[in-house]
């Protein structure tokens, strides 16, 4: 289950900002951090908790800082788009309302792909609430977003992380050297973000050779970036969720099985975790079809039960309507395709979305 309020990714920012003396008003709880004129937060896109421990002679600096190091969770579903702006607004996803790697717009049949985008969408819009990246801005707060240049000005970027002075770096190299020069003012927080892992993982899956070489690499990344930063700033390292493999023998094609498809609308989110945007009155029949089909693969619930379950956090009327009618967590292995649909994903190794230990713990690491 998602620790909100405690050690969820909603947390990190409001922690950072208490440890900067700067408090974020309605974030009393959560944990705490050492104090410091100027924080560094490195995300690592896919380096789940479990996945660190589990090969830990991979990354030997990481893993250092593992030992009594708390340990958070990702929000639901455990996906990068949800994540990055639970981080960056320090808000549950029922409030901030990315509920997915794709969710319905309401009042259409559409989708809306939260790490593409769609042009008729306005980000601030669908995010409208302010950003506690802008927050600590406002309050005086130097704070600087370093990431790839292509992601500068998305539309997850400006529902996530509007406020801060994004810096474009698509290199290891330009990534320190601009969280070095940003972090130097004070107080500041410079969040700095690496895809690569997650992009590996999908690829090869994170039982692979590259996956464990690309882990590597991070491990040296994140060394260089402390030793390059003067001892005073402190760094924090986290991870958006993690990531399990699907084989194909554990991947089932709703295309392929007689009666998934049935009332079902449009099928959303991604196939760790999927919306189900159900036809008028065919809730309990789908509820029905689709426990029938997975039965111990996954959990298949109504919206209204995933709500009560406090899988989304407090959801605001405007969200209420992009969640699914139905939802569907998978387990173990289990993934959930659609080929005529989705015919990219079917082509993933790694995934991730559902609520396994693998996909929802992450570090929270302090050098």
């Keep these: ?45 896919g380096m789940g908790a479990e996945l660190l421990a589990r090969h830990a002679h991979a990354a030997p600096y990481l893993s250092a800082l ?13 996906t990068t788009a949800t994540s990055l702006t639970s981080l960056g607004t320090g808000l549950v996803p029922g409030a901030h309302g990315l509920v997915g790697f794709t969710a319905r717009i309401p009042g259409t049949d559409r989708l809306l792909n939260h790490l593409w985008w769609d042009k008729t969408v306005d980000p601030v819009e669908w995010q409208p609430h302010p ?3 802008g927050r600590l801005a406002h309050a005086g ?40 020069g940003a972090s130097a003012d004070q107080p500041s927080l410079t969040y700095v973000y690496d895809s690569d892992l997650d992009w590996t993982g999908h690829k090869f899956g994170v039982a692979s050779t590259q996956w464990l070489q690309q882990l590597a690499m991070v491990d040296a990344e994140a060394e260089q970036l402390r030793e390059a930063l003067p001892s005073s700033t402190r760094l924090l390292v986290v991870a958006d969720h993690g990531m399990v493999d699907s084989p194909r023998e554990a991947r089932i094609d709703v295309d392929e099985v007689a009666g998934m498809r049935d009332g079902v609308s449009l099928l959303g989110g991604e ?27 996954a959990t298949v619930v109504t919206r209204e039960d995933a709500i009560a379950r406090g899988w989304f956090g407090a959801v605001q009327p ?48 302090v050098g």
């Design 1 to 45: 289950m998602p620790a909100y309020g405690e050690r969820s990714l909603a947390d990190v920012v409001p922690a950072v900002a208490r440890a900067l003396g700067t408090p974020l008003d309605g974030h009393p709880g959560g944990f705490e951090l050492p104090p410091a004129p100027s924080y560094v937060v490195f995300l690592v896109d």
């Design 66 to 78: 593992l030992d009594g190091a708390a340990t958070g969770t990702a929000g639901v579903p455990s």
């Design 131 to 133: 950003t506690a990246f």
């Design 141 to 180: 707060v130097h704070v600087t977003s370093v990431n790839k240049r292509d992601f500068d000005g998305s539309g997850l970027t400006l529902a996530s992380q509007r406020g801060a002075t994004y810096v474009g770096a698509d290199r290891v190299g330009e990534r320190i050297a601009a969280t070095v």
């Design 271 to 297: 196939a760790r975790f999927r919306h189900l945007y159900c036809a008028a009155g065919a809730v309990d029949d789908v509820v029905g079809a689709w426990r029938e089909v997975l039965g111990a693969r």
């Design 318 to 365: 405007g969200v209420l309507p992009r969640l699914g009618d139905v939802m569907v967590a998978c387990h173990d292995e289990t993934a959930i395709m659609s080929t005529r649909d989705f015919a990219y994903e079917d082509t993933l190794v790694g995934l991730h979305g559902s609520l396994t230990s693998t996909e929802m713990l992450i570090p929270i690491l």
